[in-house]
């Protein structure tokens, strides 16, 4: 079938409005906002099919750290093409995948390892939770099998990570699908009430957690978090201390604590590992997005050596049945070594300190701006809301500001009155302020 198409729309875009479907997006929304056709991309910059720049203030999507068409990435992947470009893992081995699960468990020393791949990170959920409920299974306890979650947390799109996804339009539309969970309220430092800090929010999120234990833990496999910040749940940022007392709770009631840092992960909080801001380290670890540079889908799923061993055995039927044709893919994990690389070549979290702060300076503007709450920063993630009275006569304030950010010449993705940064790691103070200024410039226009 034709779609209506906009008349200023390149033939390419039209095309692609004809036979992709795009994803998280409702089509007939292009007649009026059309896609934008990007052509090639260079550092932090998108270039549209007329040499338009966009600066990528989001990481495409929070998967790109080291820039566009990066050399030392480019020269990895171009080097493993010419030895293998795919094995299955599954009787088979090769030396990227070995050397990246080995660099990935030194990262936690020593306390996480045993990795399992897959491609996106909704998959490598999938293989937390599947994991967490075959473990009990195996040690005699099928009662555990339930899953807690947070309020207003994400964790993809596949049925059980949907499953503990608290996003009203997913569970609306997809709710008959899935398994009952039990939701918990967030540690969202946005909560706090007069006289209350972050970490009086956590403690009475931990509590809430610490009464549904108390009645419930023999039925419970496992929690699942986002460490330090909710991400697509508008950037929700909470203290480190309620990841020590979710992990306290977890020990005591014996559950298992998955850490979803697909988003948070690869330096975003200022640390390789979000749970490292607390000191803790979980039973189940995900990465996914920046751990290939934002270059090949890739994800995984790291677990401790008391899980690993209660898989290994003589049958079949206790080993983890689950696979992906695409498991450890060598060009992906070629990529992901050079980013691991550039992290330890280039002094990348230690670098990252003053990048921060140059963020912090390009929206300082936005701390004073009377249209503004909940300014909040963790690393290389910067949010603030507007205020909803504001948005009345704003039928969709989201799409709005990212037109009027096109406009000036920058990509961001507001989420409802959230908008938020998320930057390389490349950017130059320049650009930094660059973009604390566009965003200004596109709020003003959309307010007005």
């Given at each position: 079938m034709k779609v209506i198409t906009n008349s200023h729309q390149t033939p390419l875009v039209q095309r692609s409005q004809d036979a992709v479907w795009h994803p998280c997006t409702q089509m007939k929304h292009h007649e009026s906002f059309p896609?934008?056709?990007?052509?090639?991309?260079?550092?932090?910059w998108l270039y549209d099919e007329k040499e338009n720049p966009l600066l990528d203030c989001i990481s495409s999507w929070w998967t790109n750290l080291f820039g566009h068409s990066n050399p030392r990435i480019n020269q990895a992947i171009a080097d493993q093409l010419e030895k293998i470009e795919h094995v299955m893992l599954a009787g088979f081995t090769h030396p990227p995948v070995v050397e990246l699960s080995e660099k990935l468990a030194a990262l936690t020393k020593g306390n996480l390892g045993h990795v399992f791949y897959a491609s996106d990170g909704a998959s490598a959920v999938e293989i937390?939770?599947?994991?967490?409920?075959?473990?009990?299974?195996?040690?005699?306890?099928?009662?555990?099998?339930?899953?807690?979650?947070?309020?207003?947390?994400?964790?993809?799109?596949?049925l059980g990570a949907l499953a503990v996804t608290d996003v009203a339009i997913f569970r609306d539309a997809y709710g008959a699908l899935l398994q009952s969970v039990f939701t918990i309220p967030s540690?969202?430092?946005?909560?706090?009430?007069?006289?209350e800090n972050a970490d009086d929010v956590a403690r009475h999120a931990a509590n809430e957690l610490e009464k549904l234990l108390e009645v419930e833990h023999h039925n419970i496999a496992a929690i699942i978090v986002e460490p330090l910040v909710q991400c697509a749940g508008q950037m929700a940022m909470h203290s480190p201390q309620y990841l020590r007392i979710v992990r306290a709770l977890c020990d005591k009631f014996d559950i298992h604590l998955i850490a979803d840092e697909i988003a948070v992960g690869c330096g975003r909080t200022g640390k390789f590992f979000a749970c490292e801001h607390a000191g803790v380290w979980p039973d189940f670890l995900t990465l996914s997005k920046g751990i290939s540079g934002g270059y090949l889908p890739l994800s995984l799923s790291m677990t401790t050596d008391k899980i690993y061993q209660a898989f290994y055995g003589d049958k079949t039927q206790q080993g983890f049945l689950h696979s992906h044709s695409y498991t450890g893919n060598p060009l992906a994990c070629a990529a992901a070594l050079a980013c691991l690389a550039i992290f330890e070549t280039e002094s990348v979290l230690q670098n990252n300190i003053e990048r921060s702060s140059d963020l912090t300076k390009a929206f300082a503007w936005a701390k004073e701006d009377e249209r503004i709450e909940h300014w909040r920063q963790q690393g290389m993630i910067l949010a603030f809301d507007i205020k909803p009275h504001l948005l009345q006569g704003h039928s969709n304030f989201a799409r709005e500001m990212f037109s009027a950010s096109i406009q000036e010449g920058i990509l961001i993705r507001p989420i409802s009155n959230t908008i938020y940064v998320m930057p390389p790691y490349i950017l130059s103070q320049a650009e930094t302020i660059?973009?604390?200024?566009?965003?200004?410039?596109?709020?003003?226009?959309?307010?007005?």
């Open positions: 896609l934008i056709a990007i052509a090639r991309g260079k550092g932090a937390a939770l599947k994991m967490s409920h075959h473990f009990w299974r195996l040690n005699h306890r099928p009662n555990k099998k339930k899953f807690v979650c947070l309020q207003n947390g994400y964790h993809g799109e596949t540690p969202d430092a946005r909560k706090a009430a007069q006289g660059q973009m604390g200024k566009s965003v200004h410039s596109a709020l003003n226009r959309t307010l007005a």
